[in-house]
């Protein structure tokens, strides 16, 4: 339940067909009826792989959480499958279609079903209030008619319609694999991804030498909290920026930047100007989590310094807050181990292995993965290990809100060097987005949340646990219920997903940017 957190609601939070490239110059309805289920045993007595069994459970949800009418998929659903929320989002909308090929692909739906599902949704979509002059989805919509939310239906509050850089990232990133992976619908999902114009997020002024995406903008004043005039489109009247920037490379907001480059919205130099760490200069980031250290390099004009932290012997590029959804969703489209030998393939690596370490052996949870996700004892939180986080307060991985403090050399000093760990929440999500970097890790974890915690219901694995006391977030979001089908779907399918959304344009663009960055991470040995 991806619920609304005060940047998304209250405040804050791309052009020419996509095969050319500007950047140039009803099983699922049964499934959710009956019980989950042990990984079926085939025919020889030989277990079959449980990330099938996994699959179809967590696309029943998917189902019963999406308007038959509309195609619009709820942002939530509670663990018995009743009871959808009554709002939608641009990257929920994109997580559904996604999640629909990948129920294709894996055999859940056929063809002609996942055909008439796509349909529907982007027959709603070309209805939807969009700001015309850059193409871009409002953040908030109703899953049973389309329209565009301007009260909040579960409170009554007044919410200013804000337009989203990463949640219009997703969804365009979807429209990319829908136009590929489903040729009668590609002439519609083509001219649905034409009009978004991401340029609109992207200050070329953001910092000396640096253009950065804003987290998004308002098409009119937001009322309370900071917003900045502007019009980076230079198209119609001004709109109202939020004051912050996508400034980190560890983040989800990535795949904006991505899109943007592809499509020659933003330029390529872009890809270089969000931090790795903060900077080390005295005591001016001092509120980082700790002190990083790295060489400073320039690409494309920019200098960067590739600044690292350590956590357990090993170096890596840190994330905001240090969950897995910031490090490893946009892995899921982008091949970016595969580009980045020097850069991300590494830094995946090191950060599963930290979500391990400190699941099992620092904190002796017994279980790892930490993500933003519902909260067992309330709505929803942000998870992650904390101190792989650069937020010096960043993401606890417990219900007691642990904060590690090792100090920073000269500017502050340590305050909770060697915490004792309370009542870890781990997230089931976070554990697919690693498959790719240790299989074998994650079936085991799994294994264990399903089986021992009982986190699993008729849709699959809900959203959260506290391992410790037991407690359970009964319910499902259709966000990280999306990021399982897509991870199933490229483990399964030798990368699927991110070959539908990969064209060569996009390669031709990205993967010199990607190949030529050097992060400073160092796996210690491990």
């Known amino acids: 339940m991806r619920l609304p957190n005060l940047r998304d609601v209250q405040s804050a939070r791309p052009g020419g067909r996509r095969r050319t490239a500007l950047a140039l110059g009803a099983a699922a309805a049964v499934v959710a009826l009956i019980a989950p289920t042990a990984a079926i045993a085939e025919p020889g007595g030989k277990k079959?792989?449980?990330?099938?069994?996994?699959?179809?459970?967590?696309?029943?949800?998917?189902?019963?959480m999406t308007d038959e009418t509309t195609g619009l998929p709820a942002d939530n659903i509670e663990g018995d499958l009743s009871t959808p929320s009554e709002y939608t989002s641009p990257t929920n909308i994109g997580g559904y279609l996604w999640s629909t090929i990948a129920a294709r692909d894996l055999k859940i739906i056929d063809r002609k079903e996942a055909s008439a599902r796509l349909a529907t949704t982007l027959?709603?979509?070309?209805?939807?209030?969009?700001?015309?002059p850059?193409?871009?989805?409002?953040?908030?919509?109703?899953?049973?008619?389309?329209?565009?939310?301007?009260?909040?239906?579960?409170?009554?509050?007044?919410?200013?319609?804000?337009?989203?850089?990463?949640?219009?990232g997703w969804l365009a990133a979807a429209l990319r694999v829908v136009a590929e992976a489903e040729p009668r619908l590609a002439k519609q999902a083509d001219a649905l991804y034409d009009t978004m114009d991401f340029g609109w997020y992207h200050d070329l002024n953001a910092r000396e030498g640096v253009s950065l995406n804003r987290g998004g903008f308002w098409d009119a004043p937001p009322g309370d909290g900071c917003a900045v005039p502007g019009n980076y489109g230079d198209e119609g009247p001004d709109v109202y920026y939020t004051c912050h920037w996508y400034d980190t490379s560890v983040s989800e907001a990535r795949i904006a930047t991505y899109l943007g480059i592809a499509n020659g919205q933003i330029p390529a130099s872009a890809y270089y100007g969000t931090?790795?760490?903060?900077?080390?200069?005295?005591?001016?980031?001092?509120?980082?989590?700790?002190?990083?250290?790295?060489?400073?390099?320039?690409?494309?004009?920019?200098?960067?310094?590739?600044?690292?932290?350590?956590?357990r012997g090993m170096k890596l590029v840190p994330a905001w807050g240090g969950s897995m959804f910031e490090a490893?969703?946009?892995?899921?489209?982008?091949p970016e181990a595969e580009w980045g030998k020097r850069s991300w393939a590494p830094n995946h690596e090191a950060t599963v292995r930290s979500h391990i370490e400190h699941g099992m052996d620092e904190a002796e949870y017994g279980y790892w993965g930490f993500s933003p996700a519902s909260d067992p004892f309330a709505s929803y939180r942000e998870y992650g290990v904390e101190e792989?986080?650069?937020?010096?307060?960043?993401?606890?991985?417990?219900?007691?809100?642990?904060?590690?403090?090792?100090?920073?050399?000269?500017?502050?000093?340590?305050?909770?060097?060697?915490?004792?760990?309370?009542?870890?929440?781990?997230?089931?999500?976070?554990?697919?987005?690693?498959?790719?970097y240790d299989r074998e890790a994650?079936?085991?974890?799994?294994?264990?949340?399903?089986?021992?915690?009982?986190?699993?219901?008729?849709g699959?694995?809900?959203?959260?646990?506290?391992?410790?006391?037991?407690?359970?977030?009964?319910?499902?979001?259709?966000?990280?219920?999306?990021?399982?089908?897509?991870?199933?779907?490229?483990?399964?399918?030798?990368?699927?997903?991110?070959?539908?959304?990969?064209?060569?344009?996009?390669?031709?663009?990205?993967?010199?940017?990607?190949?030529?960055?050097?992060?400073?991470?160092?796996?210690?040995?491990?």
């Open 134 to 168: 850059s193409g871009m989805f409002y953040n908030w919509y109703s899953p049973t008619d389309g329209s565009k939310l301007t009260i909040w239906p579960e409170s009554g509050d007044v919410v200013h319609p804000f337009l989203s850089t990463v949640d219009n």
């Open 460 to 526: 699959g694995f809900y959203d959260s646990v506290a391992v410790g006391s037991g407690t359970i977030a009964e319910r499902y979001l259709s966000l990280d219920q999306s990021m399982i089908m897509g991870a199933i779907l490229n483990e399964q399918k030798k990368d699927k997903l991110k070959d539908y959304f990969v064209d060569r344009g996009f390669e031709k663009a990205v993967r010199p940017l990607v190949e030529a960055q050097v992060f400073g991470t160092d796996l210690g040995g491990k």
């Open 442 to 458: 994650v079936l085991d974890n799994l294994e264990g949340i399903k089986n021992d915690l009982g986190a699993y219901g008729p």
């Open 48 to 64: 079959s792989d449980p990330l099938k069994q996994y699959a179809a459970d967590t696309w029943a949800s998917l189902d019963a």
């Open 388 to 436: 792989i986080g650069i937020n010096s307060t960043g993401y606890a991985s417990d219900v007691e809100s642990t904060d590690v403090d090792k100090g920073y050399d000269g500017c502050r000093e340590a305050a909770n060097p060697d915490p004792e760990f309370g009542d870890g929440v781990v997230t089931p999500h976070a554990a697919f987005l690693a498959l790719p």
């Open 275 to 311: 931090y790795r760490t903060m900077p080390d200069r005295g005591c001016e980031f001092g509120w980082q989590e700790q002190k990083p250290t790295g060489e400073t390099r320039e690409y494309l004009g920019v200098s960067v310094f590739e600044g690292v932290y350590e956590y």
């Open 328 to 334: 490893l969703m946009p892995d899921l489209f982008v």
């Open 123 to 132: 027959d709603t979509l070309e209805t939807l209030e969009v700001h015309e």
